[in-house]
């Protein structure tokens, strides 16, 4: 039972468009949400979260909206860079307890020139 | 140094040997965690350690042994382990280990040993 989906395994955009990357979550227990980003043979990086008491966080080209009622939150990126071509994984974090982080399984981006 | 190191890289195995997995953190984190990722699945969370407490066994098999020495070294043991058992072993930490939101709480991870069981 997969409790964070991205249905969408590949996306790609042209250099300055938008990106638009979706996760969808069925667990209302998670209250933190993060977007991680992997190059090839790299670990993932953090790059953006959003606490479930906010609908929208921003930082510099990447903004990532929850809603909460749909269990939906997406990353945009804008404008979109080469250098954004990588697997972008969307997270959940359950309140309370330890911090079992529960991934999707990833949607690799491509940035066309 | 810097960040989260693994070692090796890239490992191969007989289903009969015996090899451990290393993890090395410079970020004077406090929990440090196994991750394993196979082909088309997401990153499925093996270990939880806390303050080289393990605080979270994720229904794990027994061939995978982790050992915390301390907060900045973290051992997966691999012993008979099957062809299934294939995958990327991804090491992770964070200054925090609780659950909800929090900076504190943000995974930093390493490159990952490629393994292979034959």
């Known amino acids: 039972d997969q409790q964070v989906k991205q249905n969408s395994p590949s996306l790609s955009v042209q250099e300055g468009r938008i990106s638009i990357l979706n996760c969808d979550y069925t667990n209302s227990m998670f209250d933190y949400f993060l977007w991680y980003k992997k190059y090839p043979a790299e670990g993932p990086t953090f790059l953006i979260s959003i606490s479930s008491i906010k609908d929208k966080n921003e930082d510099g080209r990447f903004t990532v909206f929850l809603n909460k009622s749909a269990k939906h939150l997406s990353l945009h990126i804008v404008p979109s860079q080469p250098g954004d071509s990588a697997v972008y994984f969307c997270a959940a974090v359950p309140s309370g307890g330890y911090q079992k982080v529960t991934f999707g399984t990833g949607t690799k981006l491509q940035v066309i020139p | 140094e810097t960040g989260v190191t693994q070692t090796p890289r890239h490992l191969v195995m007989g289903m009969t040997n015996k090899k451990s997995l290393k993890c090395e953190q410079h970020?004077?984190?406090?929990?440090m965690y196994w991750y394993k990722q196979s082909a088309k699945k997401p990153l499925e969370l093996m270990f939880v350690?806390?303050?080289?407490?393990?605080?979270e066994n994720n229904s794990v098999p027994s061939r995978f042994s982790p050992e915390c020495p301390n907060s900045s070294h973290l051992f997966l043991h691999l012993h008979t382990l099957q062809p299934e058992d294939s995958a990327l072993y991804l090491c992770?930490?964070?200054?925090?280990?609780?659950?909800?939101?929090?900076?504190?709480?943000?995974?930093?991870f390493g490159a990952g040993t490629r393994l292979s069981v034959l």
């Open positions: 970020l004077g984190h406090n929990a």
């Open positions: 992770a930490s964070s200054l925090g280990s609780s659950g909800g939101a929090g900076a504190k709480n943000i995974q930093y």
């Open positions: 350690y806390s303050l080289e407490e393990r605080v």
